[in-house]
């Protein structure tokens, strides 16, 4: 079943379990399939920034992505695939649909700076990886330095059919959602789903401003599932209430580089996946980061039981 | 009374307050003394890169540098003096001085990448300004994008006498405070005062990894004084515990744009400031904003009266 | 009298004359002034990226743009106002204004980066300056960072009446000036006069594709008055040939950094300036840059006389 | 017979030849082989940023590598095999070298700011690819942003015994030879290859500061081989003679973007490749730079006869 704008909930970010010796770990993979499910995912990312994705060979990035759609049955597997060429971008992309994914995600390079050359940037892609694949923009200008305005995120949209979603993470962003929205509801802007990453640091707000769901990796997927139940519920203190408790923890994690080894860490503590091992390159925790992690854990478990390990 | 390594405590970021129609508002800058003093500054910075500085004509950065100089009394007061030219920095410097400042502070021009460019930079800027100038470094990657490694701080520290302080903002940058202090250990660098900004984001920690206090804006500076007080006398989980409850207004302020205009809108709702004005060019916050900060307020008011508005 | 959009010649872009010991040598500015006006300047540009102009004091600044001005009789004075605020840029811009200057010239900060951001900026920039004085565009992407594209150039120009000119140094920039003319043949653009930059190195083919001349600071004026005269008459061998015989030095002139030290260097042995030094920080010539420079010009003299020195 | 610190003379960087349709020319790499070994290639470097490597897929980069390969029998053959990570880089590295080549080419990724950053990233791609492949560093900050000091170069030379030599084509760049020379007379740095590239843009001055030739792709790679071996029997004024002639054209060919274009419009009026085509993206040339080109290449015939075409 392919992705389109009506996607919503949680689409965990997956990362990508290894062993200490640096072989993917397919088992940790099954669990983090199952755990991911029971946190009510609606969906799932794969190879994404934080996938390690250029760390792996093409087949192991097949066979993890193979894994995952087997594992989400009928539930869409979104697939990275932004690539410096649009020859990898295509092989890639084509390979993973044939396979089963619902889509894919397509990140743009760094190198943009006007509008032009951003909105050119994405109609090549789709010509590259052809207009029967949906496809997800990401906008994450804090790692990749290219800003897009909602402007210029209406023009991909409306030049590119296959175009279903936006993966928000601009920051700041909440006035970004406001904008998308309102030219929907003046008519300017066909219906797009979004789903919002920066490691849900504005989760709470996002929700309220008109974001669809989450699509971020933060360790405890079943807080970003809860806050978007709870906000679509209209239970806004106590979505405040439990992402409050839980933003210590999210501020910690959603630093650039150690970032990936805290989720992994806090991943492992709580058993979704055996190892935190990166492959290299990876940034490691020292003993005072991760006795720092602890203690978050340690105190968010006053409020969160599901963080008492 | 010049700055030196033993600083600490609370040095807030001084706004800049404005009438609604552009003229410096003094009175307003008298009350913001008044209430630094009242939150336990140990001193104050202005000028910074939150205080419009660009915005302001050469007499009105001096006029508003002497209000606090005599409000601020033996309490020592940094002036910012980042400038594109060497000669503007020493002339403001050199005014600032004369007036009773106890330092300045220099961050470096965006253009540096090299280790060698970054400590260049400072040496050619303490000869601009004089030996004789105390002067604290601004290491703000994720504004200014100068990248500057510990090694390279501990060489601009140790070829000029004249630096006693860093104003530490890298993100991330908790091990970047435990690395300098471990060079002290080692020997290898002489002291030097490390205050933290980044608007307090990561300020818990900080503390504990050997920060000596806090020099950012947040609108409320009676928490950040208080949470370095509460992990100086080692009352860890109190400190922690005062932190998480401001932490979700301490995230909203910490946006890149928006925030000086949260900052301003919150410092007016409790008095400190008449006007939430800003000179042109600057952010405005939407209705909706305005909204998500006042219920930010009234959530936090439930653990910090001071948040009773 | 004002600058307009009919402005067309060669408009160097003067130096900063300094005495060895670093202050401004008014004798070698009313040299330069002579030596411009025997080479046909028909206007000039001070206080450029490569007029030292942060190195200077505000009331050096203003000395020398005042004498500019007084030798330049009826030909247009352009004064670059660039700077990190508004209100720094007001100030200087009515102050030279007041002094007689024709028009100012306004960089874009590198930050910015999308075509709102781009043309939002012009507009705050002509509410700060005021709609009276006349402007020009300074499109330089190598050393700006920031990238306008032909639509953006026509958007300022038609928000902004008082836009009067571009100084074109985009490269590769031959297209723009074609793109910007046919603009203006549909009728979409305004009459803009376009002055070339980049230190000359495709001013032989700018004339060709519709620039009006040259703005650019390369040390012999008198070639670049040429080339435009003789691409104006229809001479383009011609034209050429001269181009080409210089191209060698304005090649070598158009490094980053040690261009400006280059320029000097042949100014003064051309006696256009005494000495050829730069206000800290500056890059120095070694010994064996300016043996290639001798030789440069040595083999330059075979063509164009007035490289015998 | 792998690549060492000996290798000198001129090193073509190729471009790839396609067909209109898109497909690879094949006959075109034969040619371009024969065309390169008769204007006295003593290497060719394949895959380059000039190489539209982001376009191919995997099979067709070994296809080319090996026909190149085959085609310069013992004469030194380099690969580019810059990747996003160090899986794909030690993929292709490992592959090319089984296939016969004598070593690879590392551009460091834009991301990278302080030397450690630099030096470190390159002890991982040595690790990721195996310290028995002799390998390049690409320093071409104009296009990579990043800037590597001579010292830092130094340190990955000394750190990396498989290090072997430098593409130089850093910009200014003239002193980073000389001082790279100093360096290894004074004994603090051993010997290494520095081959030239930047478009030539400053190859005569070049081999006078110790290069020991060329890489890169200008269209005349005759004129390359000719200035390299003209310099090296002393023949200065006869180097610069020729270099000189071409110079307009290799200040044409060397824009950002349209200088492929222009390249291999160049190559195929020459006759080494058949078709101008380059794959999806790239940009074409109009038709008004069409004709500058045809007049710099009349222009440049009568000196060269090489040119008449």
């Given at each position: 079943m ?25 088992a940790?993979?099954n ?7 029971a ?5 799932v ?10 760390k792996?060979?093409?087949e ?12 989400f ?8 695939v932004?690539a ?23 990140a743009p ?5 006007t509008?032009?050359?951003i ?6 892609a789709v ?23 909602p402007?210029?995120?209406?023009q ?5 059919p ?5 993966k ?6 909440l ?5 998308l929205?309102?030219?929907?509801a003046?008519?300017?802007l066909?219906?797009?789903s ?13 929700m309220?401003r008109?974001a669809d ?12 599932g ?7 519920e209209g239970k ?23 970032g990936l080894a ?5 991943l492992?503590?709580r ?8 492959r ?5 925790l ?7 992690i ?5 105190r968010l ?9």
């Amino acid at each position: 079943m392919l992705l389109d704008a009506t996607a919503s909930g949680l689409f965990p970010i997956a990362p990508t379990p290894f062993h200490p010796d640096g072989r993917i770990d397919e088992a940790s993979v099954n669990t983090l399939i199952e755990r991911y499910l029971a946190a009510g995912a609606t969906g799932v990312t794969v190879l994404g920034i934080m996938g390690e994705a250029p760390k792996l060979e093409p087949e192991e990035s097949l066979a993890i992505t193979s894994r995952f759609i087997d594992g989400f049955g009928k539930l869409p597997v979104i697939v990275g695939v932004s690539a410096p060429g649009f020859a990898a971008m295509r092989s890639l992309a084509r390979q993973v649909m044939e396979k089963g994914a619902a889509g894919v995600m397509i990140a743009p390079p760094p190198a943009l700076r006007t509008d032009d050359q951003i909105t050119g940037y994405y109609r090549q892609a789709v010509e590259a990886i052809g207009t029967d694949v949906p496809f997800v923009i990401q906008d994450y200008p804090l790692t990749l330095t290219v800003q897009m305005t909602p402007k210029v995120i209406r023009q991909i949209v409306e030049e590119n059919p296959s175009c279903v979603m936006l993966k928000h993470e601009d920051w700041p962003g909440l006035e970004k959602i406001s904008t998308l929205r309102k030219f929907q509801a003046e008519g300017s802007l066909r219906p797009i789903s979004i789903l919002t990453g920066n490691g849900a640091l504005f989760l709470d707000f996002e929700m309220e401003r008109g974001a669809d769901g989450a699509m971020t990796g933060y360790a405890f997927p079943e807080m970003l599932g809860d806050v978007v139940r709870l906000q679509k519920e209209g239970k806004r203190d106590e979505a405040h209430d439990l992402f409050d408790a839980h933003l210590p923890l999210v501020r910690y994690e959603q630093q650039q580089g150690v970032g990936l080894a805290t989720r992994k860490y806090v991943l492992m503590k709580r058993g979704f996946i055996a190892s935190d091992a990166q492959r290299k390159p990876g940034a490691a925790l020292t003993d005072a980061a991760r006795a720092e992690i602890d203690y978050l854990l340690a105190r968010l478990a006053r409020h969160d039981p599901r963080a008492r390990i």
